[in-house]
């Protein structure tokens, strides 16, 4: 299912590509931002989120198609008297939806959104620790793990597009999105709530 989901979303972009060079119009987005993860299930919960995104209309329709990719990472340390640890972990969200751009003939345009997501998310650690043997002594342990899963959940948007050029629009934008994922047998929510600033391309 996974695997269909991703073939099925190259060929959206695929087929969109080919209408954006005839009668449609559109925007295509970069995003920096924060995404916050479940406190209660990650240790790096606040993380910085950079992304791109597109939403595509044809003449006729009055909702847009919606494509893009989110990536999110943090990193925390940990230095103790006798033990160090260092773990990263990292989430990609590929998404595809649609979305209500509410055009009211002023500079400043909101809209609403909301489709499928596949979710990817990735712990790493690695660091050390100091152990009383019972028949060595005192001893060291270096350990580094790693580990990752994906799973389809779903996301929701809105936000606002402030046109300042013609061509070139800056914008708010505040999503949720969530999707259940698998490591070291334990269940986290890889999804979460994320806000940032766009600046857009328009055409």
Known sequence: MKKLFLVLMVALIMVTGVNANTNSSGNLNLLVGQKNLDDDDWVSDEQTEFGFSADINSSDRSVSFVFGVLRSFDDEEYDGYDSYEETEVSTTELFVGARKIFNSGSSVRFYLGGGLAYIMAEISAEGYFHYDSYYDGYERFDFDIDEDDAN??????TGMYFDILPK???GLNLRYSKAEVSLFDYDYEAGGLHYGLTASYRF
Not at 152 to 157: C, K, M, T, V
């Open 168 to 170: 070139f629009t800056l």
């Open 152 to 157: 389809i959940g779903f996301w929701a948007d």
